[in-house]
């Protein structure tokens, strides 16, 4: 009904910069929130940014100043643009969208996520 796929992942060597997207598409009537979350070796997954569907953003702590999320609702499409890259950075990213469908409910929806790797 729902697919969320995101792109974009990679190896960048620390300080360098990667550009992630993610797009849904299906049975959507609308998109409220959207957000990134990253996954880590032994680590839980844990909350990167989000944006709401008027364009407020939240972010981890970790990442404020160096990653910025966007949006672009004519397309169902968020990105995250991530710069100064760190290797603690290296996760597994995943995208959400919290989709509105056509029976008026929201349901949550992960992409499969894609690989970040900042080593020298």
């Known amino acids: 009904q729902v697919q969320v796929v995101e792109s974009g992942g990679g190896l960048v060597q620390p300080g360098g910069s990667l550009r992630l997207s993610c797009a849904a598409s299906?049975?959507?009537?609308?998109?409220?929130?959207m957000g990134w979350y990253r996954q880590a070796p032994g680590k839980e997954r844990e909350l990167v940014a989000t944006i709401s569907i008027g364009g407020r953003t939240n972010y981890a702590d970790s990442v404020k100043g160096r990653f910025t999320i966007s949006r672009d609702n004519t397309k169902n499409m968020a990105y995250l643009q991530m710069n100064s890259l760190k290797p603690e950075d290296t996760a597994v990213y995943y995208c959400n969208a919290k989709v509105v469908g056509f029976n008026r409910l929201e349901n949550s929806y992960w992409g499969q996520g894609t690989q970040v790797t900042v080593s020298s």
């Open positions: 299906g049975s959507i009537l609308g998109i409220n929130a």
